[in-house]
């Protein structure tokens, strides 16, 4: 294992420390010792769990893989847009899903759809919507909702003053809703809010690292009380409900998990170390660029957060993960998902969600244009395209997933790497 010392040295000892040591904030903790598996032992084990290279595929895999279905730039039914893809997302053989959530608008399921949502209404009154009804009747195992800030005035969930009271009372309703609708049956349920490192900059973005002392300590205060208010609201309907077959988690989202490692504050750094959660979901962009600093971006979260006694260790999993396929080879798609999959599997991620469905990005930035889309005009987030077929990723997850228990065979597989 590569040791605290070693890390700072090979990293830079001022950025790391800066990054890593305990931080000057009110909220009790610090920042947590820890280690990173070298990368020849990383590299070794992720090749022997690559499916491509005969790694055994988890017999569950199906309950741990999934998609996200949220505004997608196109539709293929006449239902509405909800149902739709979760409708999809079962065909395709995954059990696992990520909708959204919002109490005010959800523009993003607007095809062949007429919602009206009350201006007064809230979470749980949404979530009672034959909508999502019909969408949770399906079998899935697990569901995790994205949600947003509740209150409508802007950077509000970072005020220090505040008691984020409703938004716990609307984690209770929310979780209290979900463990008395199913209460009898064996599913999850995630409530996360999306992308953390984005909302804790705001408007300071790119000025991030440079952000002055006061005002780093201001966010991440109001930070930690926001989640920690989220926490309690699940936490308490978990012990209302006593023994159901259904769980309700609360979950913390963290996407530049490496800018730590050089100087810049995070969620992982600055926040986890500071607030007992269920879970945190990484949407793992930052991390993918090699099987090491995937792996190594789960072992820098796992050491740094608190995690409730639910899952402990297995606290992690990974919230969003896609590649646009828009100009690449599909064999070097092939590639890139084998390797992610080796990662996860050697590392025993219990939830992995694809992003996703139908793709949300059009080329020219325009997302809030509802037009249908044609593939031509989107980067190609997908694993179903706007005419039906499947995607490369979809090819590639669902020979996984009708393989599970097993190994590729090996018409499907790719020659052993040489030995360096």
């Not at 490692?261 to 750094?269: A, E, R, S």
Request: aromatic residues 10%.
């Amino acid at each position: 294992m590569i040791t605290r010392r070693t890390f700072l040295r090979q990293t830079g000892a001022g950025a790391a420390l800066a990054a890593l040591a305990p931080t000057q904030f009110s909220a009790a903790g610090s920042a947590p010792d820890f280690s990173l598996t070298p990368a020849a032992e990383i590299e070794e084990r992720v090749r022997l769990a690559r499916p491509l290279f005969g790694g055994k595929i988890p017999a569950d895999l199906a309950d741990r893989l999934g998609a996200t279905h949220y505004d997608g730039h196109y539709f293929l039914t006449q239902k509405p847009y909800l149902i739709e893809g979760a409708e999809a997302i079962q065909r395709l053989g995954m059990r696992v899903a990520k909708f959204w959530l919002r109490e005010d608008k959800l523009a993003g399921y607007n095809y062949n759809s007429d919602w009206r949502i009350p201006p007064d209404a809230r979470l749980v009154d949404v979530l009672r919507h034959e909508y999502f009804v019909a969408a949770l009747a399906l079998p899935f195992r697990t569901v995790v909702f994205e949600i947003f800030p509740l209150s409508q005035k802007p950077g509000a969930f970072l005020d220090v003053a505040s008691d984020f009271a409703d938004e716990e009372k609307q984690f209770y309703e929310v979780a209290t809703q979900l463990l008395t609708a199913y209460r009898d049956r064996p599913v999850n349920f995630i409530l996360q809010h999306w992308e953390g490192d984005w909302m804790l900059r705001g408007a300071a973005g790119a000025q991030w690292a440079n952000t002055p002392p006061e005002e780093l300590q201001r966010r991440c205060d109001g930070f930690i009380r926001w989640l920690a208010a989220r926490q309690r609201g699940v936490t308490r309907a978990r012990a209302a409900a006593g023994s159901t077959r259904c769980q309700v988690y609360h979950a913390a989202e963290v996407n530049r998990v490496w800018d730590g490692t050089n100087g810049i504050p995070t969620l992982t750094t600055h926040i986890l170390p500071h607030v007992t959660l269920d879970l945190v979901s990484w949407s793992s962009y930052d991390g993918m660029k090699s099987a090491v600093a995937a792996w190594q971006g789960v072992e820098l979260i796992r050491q740094h957060m608190r995690p409730s006694p639910v899952l402990g260790q297995r606290a992690v999993f990974i919230g969003e993960i896609g590649k646009p396929e828009q100009g690449v080879s599909p064999a070097a798609l092939r590639e890139w998902w084998d390797r992610a999959m080796g990662v996860f599997f050697a590392l025993d991620i219990p939830w992995i969600l694809q992003w996703e469905l139908y793709c949300n990005e059009p080329k020219d930035g325009k997302k809030w244009d509802r037009r249908v889309r044609r593939a031509e005009e989107l980067r190609g987030f997908w694993l179903i395209r706007p005419d039906g077929s499947l995607s490369h990723a979809a090819n590639y997850l669902t020979s996984l997933l009708a393989h599970a228990g097993g190994s590729l065979p090996a018409a499907e597989r790719l020659p052993e790497p040489k030995a360096k």
